[in-house]
């Protein structure tokens, strides 16, 4: 189910301090999938374009304002974003898709508590994970940030092939420095070339394969 078809980060007010990164990153823009894999080296521009994302919801800690985005998506489209400063939003009654206003109401944000084991994180993430069957979520687009953190390689598998689950009723948008979901994938979004590669060309390119 494909609600968000299309995002794009034109600008960003957060970097125009240092323009030539600014320059490097943007514009870059994402066509999404049922399930998608986004990749990239460090300072690549990934956890930027998921906080882009987010500051479309109402009450982000990231301000709409300090980004310049362009969005295709239908109309009252749900986001359930993790990300790096650790908090949980939930989003119901969505407002309607109007022009540059892309807004949804927030009826409950929790703060993640830190996970710093593999046990941690994987307690962590059954938790945030709904059920197949759960009519609650399904239509919502969710996006993690590193959902792989702390977690060896088998139990990678195992939040993977949940998450593939997961995209079946909804779309599922992971950013990841995982060769294990990157391999399982199959394919998967370079932040660096801006554009969909093989997975397997991808991890070849940096003697992974």
């Known amino acids: 189910m494909v609600n968000l078809r299309r995002f794009e980060v034109v600008k960003n007010n957060y970097l125009l301090d240092d ?19 986004i990749v ?29 985005v362009n969005i295709d998506a239908n109309p009252g489209t749900r986001f359930l974003i993790f990300d ?11 407002s309607p898709f109007d022009g540059n206003d892309y807004s949804s109401h927030l009826v ?8 710093s084991t593999g046990e941690g994180q994987l307690d962590l993430m059954e938790s945030i994970l709904p059920e197949a069957d759960d009519e609650e979520y399904k239509g919502i687009v969710f ?3 590193e959902p792989d953190h702390n977690l060896d390689f088998k139990n990678q598998v195992k939040l993977f092939e949940k998450l593939k689950e997961l995209s079946k009723d ?40």
């Open 108 to 115: 409950r944000q929790i703060l993640r508590k830190s996970q």
């Open 40 to 68: 990239g080296s460090n300072g690549s521009g990934k956890t930027q374009f998921l906080k882009a994302l987010s500051s479309l919801v109402v009450d982000s800690p990231y301000k709409r304002k300090e980004y310049k």
């Open 170 to 209: 909804n779309q599922v948008i992971i950013l990841t420095h995982s060769p294990v979901i990157m391999a399982k994938a199959g394919e998967v979004f370079d932040m660096e070339t801006k554009q969909w590669v093989n997975s397997r060309e991808y991890l070849a390119r940096f003697g992974v394969l």
């Open 19 to 37: 323009k030539k990164k600014h320059d490097k990153l943007y514009p870059v823009a994402v066509d999404f999938k049922d399930l998608t894999v």
């Open 84 to 94: 790096e400063k650790e908090y949980k939003q939930r989003v119901e009654n969505p």
């Open 143 to 145: 996006a993690y940030d």
